[in-house]
């Protein structure tokens, strides 16, 4: 009977998936299980609960969990009413010595005496009404939860209300994934602080907020400068973060606007932290250093009286409404934004002005570490000018200097969240204060999830980099939970920039990344790999086919797109507007530099004879950076300049090594197509698309990225591919070198960002262009790549005919479907490809494509490939 109903369950499936129940679809599980080996309870009993706990909400997620995954609906009691029939007889103290051999499952409908209740409060409710029935669990902390699965209850119990919540996601995670079930599980985040930034403005996008590195639409909390009337996404947001163990969320922009701070702005961030409370995570705000000037004040200075009654005031006001306001964060003295340097105070004045204010609410200031001064940079004149250097010459001196409710927030690299950077050498100076992690789930520099780059295994190391202080083995996440200082724990923060989108981050793929984060930073002994095959379950189905086929594609995407990116330790070598498309000449002496001259390339950050950035990590890895034969080869150009032709230790030259690495990373990403279609008929038909059409992308932009790069440094070096494919392209017919009749020739900048350089456009923002060519290829079937730009000031329409038949078409409307930062110019960011398969032709056939302007987009083209099976170029 059971069987039969999971199996009419399992049919249901076809709904349509658009991402945003995103990890809890609460899908049917594996039907590989007889539904008799689920623990399932037959009510749920709820203690200590009011409507906005997080022990309610826990028990309605459960009773939502259960009806989605089994189509059973369970009751809700509370504990007083349904105490006659909890059988608590068999509980001694010692829940796991008393296991079940198979559940007993839901008893008889008819059976009205006994039940087998799922338990769900908080430790201390709990023993008040069963006093003496649990084993000993006071190292459980505040956050973490307890389960124990016996044969007379499931109790889900949280050391606070928000630990039941945690363990109720925990106990319904393990249902939905129908892996193993633990009889009894405790779990303790490693830390208190596990927050997510947004960098949501007020304004900007249409009436809607914007987000700053956002590539999932406009902002779920903000429109039109105030905070929204309808937080549904809010709440839906906040369920989602509870799920993997987030307990805050600062909402705007750390480049913040103090509008943020009006009477309107303060009631409707109320509204949002009602709509968080229920799933405990609390709000914090970013805060505009020089706020006070804004509203009156005529300095912002953090030692001025009147100024800290004002933030006392404002923080006062604050928390009268957000009791449980988490706290600040504060981006000062970067990027052009004020703070106490302005006022020729120091760092921790002003850190310790808002501690101060926040300190008798209990709230905590978020004090970022991100400050360097580009205009002390300039490399070109200077050998040993860094930006690398900067943080720890601010931050030095400060430690021992601020409250103890300050946390430094440091970014994972020294620069700026590229492909691959060391850890920040700040984390082992800073040892009095507490310190937090900040990395990016955005992937700003990481193809704005348009590409998929899967970044647990990147978090994992980052965690795990061992700075050896004091000769002892010194994991970050040992820095970060004060194990290693002895000092408060501190803890992680990752820039998120969910929208409104309904995929939340713009790309089902890059969900995985949230995922992962959430995990490590409660747990960063968990493993990456481990956690891509338990969201890709619960995102898309149990089928191994699937799991593997996404792990496959997660596990290599992170080496792939460094490979086509920037490899050795470069750093990225994006274009200043859109941190998205190639433009390696401008990065050679910009602040995010790569120093690629003639017959060298690399920082030297050495003591000796660079800048010295690897002399401000503790002795042994100071040794192992200072020294150009130990430093790792994937960091080898971000602490050596170091000639192309030097041998690496994997035995190729550092050109070679470039030229290879582009070659292997496109082909890596272009066979995720065939690996992705390969599972079509397992995933729903909405998500299969949107996953596949983004793959696509991905494929032709990493070309785009190979051949900017390869081509730059071929270029510039004169050194050949020992392989000979740089610069050596078969089937390509250039756009250019076509018949053209109402297009002209137009000369792309950067020039490495087209093949050949030059490209073509209409001539006319009205009238069609036509470019033609005859066919010398020998005859038979290819695919047809065609290269073009896709500018965000108009959406072009293309044509195709072969021999004047019509043969294929397409629109340059990825503004709209891809989310990237947009690019007004042709450039590596609108550089992008479009290929048709099944193409037949034969020797004097003749392709004519037109091209329909729209706006300012005329109709770009760069060149057309005809390819034979199994080739990528
Ligand atoms: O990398 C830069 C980003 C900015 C960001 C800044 C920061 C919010 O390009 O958009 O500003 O980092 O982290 O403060």
Redesign the pocket.
């Known amino acids: 009977m059971r069987c039969v109903f999971l199996l009419i369950m399992l049919c249901g499936l076809a709904i349509a998936e658009d991402g945003l129940k995103a990890w809890l679809r609460y899908a049917p599980p594996p039907m590989s299980r007889s539904l008799n080996e689920y623990p399932i309870p037959s009510r749920i009993v709820v203690l200590n609960s009011t409507m906005s706990s997080p022990v309610f909400t826990a028990s309605q997620e459960v009773v939502q969990g259960i009806q989605s995954m089994f189509g059973i609906s369970l009751d809700v009691d509370d504990a007083e009413s349904i105490q006659s029939r909890i059988d608590t007889s068999k509980w001694h103290g010692n829940l796991q010595e008393n296991p079940f051999e198979q559940f007993p499952l839901r008893l008889p409908k008819a059976d009205t005496t006994q039940i087998w209740p799922a338990i769900i409060g908080t430790i201390d409710v709990f023993e008040e009404r069963y006093p003496g029935k649990l084993p000993d669990l006071t190292g459980l902390q505040p956050d973490g939860f307890y389960i124990n699965i016996s044969s007379s209850a499931i109790l889900i119990l949280g050391r606070n209300e928000r630990g039941a919540l945690y363990g109720s996601f925990k106990y319904l995670s393990d249902l939905a994934q129908g892996t193993a079930f633990p009889t009894t599980h405790m779990s303790n985040p490693d830390v208190p602080i596990r927050w997510v930034n947004q960098?949501d403005n007020l304004h900007g996008r249409g009436r809607q907020g914007s987000i700053?590195?956002g590539y999932a639409g406009a902002s779920i909390f903000f429109e039109n400068g105030l905070v929204r009337d309808n937080l549904d996404r809010a709440r839906q947001y906040a369920r989602l973060l509870a799920s993997i163990g987030i307990n805050a969320v600062v909402v705007n922009?750390?480049?913040a606007d103090s509008g943020i701070l009006s009477d309107r702005n303060i009631e409707g961030l109320a509204r949002i932290a009602d709509a968080f409370r229920p799933y405990g995570i609390q709000l914090g705000i970013s805060c505009y250093f020089a706020s006070p000037e804004k509203y009156g004040l005529p300095t912002a200075d953090p030692l001025d009286e009147d100024v800290i009654a004002w933030w006392n005031n404002i923080t006062n006001v604050i928390y009268e409404r957000i009791p449980d306001m988490a706290g600040y964060l504060v981006?000062a003295n970067?990027?052009g934004q004020p703070g106490p340097l302005t006022y020729n105070r120091t760092l921790a004045d002003g850190a310790n002005m808002f501690a101060r204010a926040l300190r008798p609410h209990g709230g905590t200031v978020m004090f970022?570490a991100?400050i360097y001064d580009a205009s002390k940079l300039n490399l070109k004149a200077n050998w040993r000018d860094d930006r690398a250097v900067q943080a720890a010459q601010f931050f030095d001196g400060l430690d021992g200097m601020v409250d103890d409710n300050v946390v430094i927030q440091i970014?994972n690299g020294p620069i700026?969240?590229q492909v691959r950077e060391p850890v920040s050498s700040l984390f082992s100076h800073i040892r009095r204060a507490r310190t937090a992690l900040e990395i990016q789930v955005t992937q700003?520099y990481l193809g704005q999830q348009c590409h998929i780059v899967y970044l647990g295994s990147m978090y994992k190391e980052i965690m795990d980099f061992d700075f050896a202080v004091d000769n002892t083995s010194a994991p970050l996440s040992k820095i970060l939970n004060g194990q290693q200082f002895d000092r408060k724990a501190g803890g992680y923060a990752a820039?998120v920039n969910a929208g409104l989108d309904e995929t939340w981050l713009g790309s089902h793929l890059a969900m995985s990344n949230l995922y992962a984060y959430g995990h490590l930073a409660w747990n960063p002994s968990r493993d990456p790999e481990e956690l891509v095959r338990d969201w890709t379950r619960l995102t898309f189905g149990h089928d191994e086919k699937i799991v593997e086929t996404i792990f496959d594609m997660s596990m290599t995407s992170w080496p792939a797109f460094e490979n086509y990116t920037a490899n050795l330790g470069l750093l990225s070598m994006v274009d200043a507007a859109t941190?998205f498309g190639p433009d390696p000449g401008y990065r050679v002496h910009s602040a995010i530099a790569t120093r690629a001259y003639k017959g060298s390339i690399g920082i030297d950050r050495t003591v000796d004879n660079g800048s010295g950035y690897a002399g401000q990590y503790p002795k042994r890895i100071a040794d192992m950076y200072e020294n150009v034969d130990a430093t790792p080869d994937e960091l080898l150009l971000f602490f050596h300049h170091v000639p192309y032709t030097r041998r690496l230790h994997s035995g190729s030259t550092v050109i070679q090594r470039i030229y290879d690495a582009h070659y292997a990373g496109s082909q890596t990403v272009h066979d995720y197509i065939g690996k992705w279609k390969s599972i079509k008929q397992m995933v729903d038909v909405e998500q299969y698309e949107n996953v596949l059409s983004r793959l696509k992308f991905q494929a032709g932009h990493a070309l785009v990225w190979r051949d900017a790069i390869n081509n730059y440094f071929h270029d510039l070096t004169r050194i050949p591919d020992e392989k000979g494919r740089v610069g050596n392209h078969p089937w390509r017919i250039e756009a250019e070198d076509m018949d053209l009749d109402g297009y002209v020739i137009h000369e792309v900048r950067p020039a490495v960002s087209a093949s050949g350089g030059r490209g073509i456009v209409t001539s006319s923002t009205t009238k069609m262009g036509i470019a033609a060519a005859t066919i010398g290829f020998p005859a038979g079937e290819y695919a047809l790549a065609i290269n073009y730009f896709d500018v965000a000031t108009g959406c072009s329409a293309w044509q195709v005919f072969l021999n004047d038949q019509p043969t294929a078409q397409w629109a340059g409307d990825g503004e709209f479907k891809l989310g990237h930062s947009p690019s007004r110019s042709i450039n590596g960011a609108s550089a992008t490809r479009i290929t048709f398969s099944n193409i037949t032709v034969a020797p004097g056939d003749v392709l004519r494509i037109e091209g329909t302007p729209d706006g300012q987009e005329m109709a770009p083209l760069d060149y057309i490939s005809f390819l034979p099976l199994g080739i990528v170029d």
């Open positions: 960098w700053e590195r922009n750390v480049n981006k970067s990027e970022r991100f970014k700026d969240f700003e820039v941190h």
